[in-house]
């Protein structure tokens, strides 16, 4: 009789990978990603231990890590590993850890994933409710369960947790929405891409002192357009 694999071993070969999605391959990634200004060693610490290759299509696997973004369904990408390492890095500010965390457009998790092995709390809304089942599962097989979900509007954040240390948002409003601004703490920083869908986008970060927000830019991106309403 062949021995049986039992269920924690099937899950840790699924998690580790084989060939072009194994973990020395996660590892070369997160080594090209140390030679850019995504340098931040918390980052790429987390990076190096969330598994990509969950996060993407099986027919993408062998591309899951390439320094690029991917198809996800439903007109959206999963972000190039690039993008979310610098991204988060701009939302730590050199902290290890933050507390509470808006994500606005959860898509596949992935970048979810990350801030959840970074916060102590992520309130990640996503406008299509087809996108959000599947994220919630990934997380629940990483065993991440720091993380509430909701089917929102992201130009609405979701009020009802603020104020929150750090918002995220991966896809580009023409330009900021008020209401997000209005839901950071103080000392709270608002990373996302602002512009037009079909223009020049540029990342941008906000920064609370009190009543007073800061701006600074850093550098263009090409994001999916941030849209207003739902889908279940």
Same mark, same amino acid.
């Given at each position: 009789?062949?021995?049986?694999?039992? /269920?924690?071993?099937?899950?840790?070969?699924?998690?580790?990978?084989?060939?072009?999605?194994?973990?020395?391959?996660?590892?070369?990634?997160?080594?090209?990603?140390?030679?850019?200004?995504?340098?931040?060693?918390?980052?790429?610490?987390?990076?190096?231990?969330?598994?990509?290759?969950?996060?993407?299509?099986?027919?993408?696997? /062998?591309?899951?890590?390439?320094?690029?973004?991917? +198809?996800?369904?439903?007109? &959206?990408?999963?972000?190039? *590993?690039?993008?979310?390492?610098?991204?988060?890095?701009?939302?730590? !500010? $050199?902290?290890?850890?933050?507390?509470? #965390?808006?994500? %606005?457009?959860? $898509?596949?998790?992935? &970048?979810?994933?990350?801030?959840?092995?970074?916060?102590?709390? %992520?309130?990640?809304?996503?406008?299509?409710?087809?996108?959000?089942? *599947?994220?919630?599962?990934?997380?629940?097989?990483?065993?991440?369960? !720091?993380?509430?979900?909701? !089917?929102?509007?992201?130009?609405? =954040?979701? @009020?009802?947790?603020? *104020?929150?240390?750090?918002?995220?948002?991966?896809?580009? +409003?023409?330009?900021?929405? +008020?209401?997000?601004?209005?839901?950071?703490?103080?000392? =709270?920083?608002? #990373?996302?891409?602002?512009? *037009?869908?079909?223009?020049? &986008?540029?990342?941008?970060?906000?920064?609370?002192?009190? $009543?007073?927000? =800061?701006?600074?830019?850093?550098?263009?991106?090409?994001? #999916? @357009?941030?849209?207003? =309403?739902?889908?279940?």
């Amino acid at each position: 009789m062949m021995p049986t694999v039992d /269920s924690a071993t099937k899950r840790r070969r699924r998690l580790d990978g084989i060939g072009m999605t194994s973990r020395r391959t996660r590892e070369r990634l997160i080594a090209r990603l140390r030679e850019k200004d995504a340098a931040d060693e918390t980052v790429l610490a987390v990076m190096a231990e969330v598994p990509r290759h969950l996060f993407v299509d099986e027919a993408l696997a /062998s591309h899951a890590y390439d320094d690029t973004a991917l +198809p996800a369904g439903h007109d &959206q990408t999963i972000s190039q *590993p690039f993008v979310v390492a610098l991204m988060t890095q701009l939302l730590l !500010n $050199g902290r290890r850890r933050l507390g509470r #965390v808006l994500e %606005v457009g959860t $898509g596949t998790g992935y &970048q979810t994933a990350i801030l959840a092995h970074c916060c102590d709390k %992520v309130f990640s809304v996503e406008r299509i409710g087809a996108l959000l089942r *599947p994220a919630q599962e990934r997380l629940s097989e990483l065993r991440l369960r !720091n993380v509430r979900f909701a !089917n929102r509007d992201g130009f609405d =954040g979701w @009020p009802a947790h603020a *104020p929150y240390d750090g918002i995220l948002v991966t896809a580009a +409003p023409p330009a900021v929405p +008020p209401g997000l601004t209005a839901q950071l703490a103080d000392g =709270g920083r608002l #990373v996302l891409p602002v512009g *037009p869908a079909d223009g020049v &986008q540029r990342l941008c970060v906000h920064t609370r002192t009190g $009543g007073r927000i =800061g701006k600074e830019w850093r550098g263009d991106v090409a994001f #999916v @357009p941030l849209r207003k =309403g739902i889908t279940r």
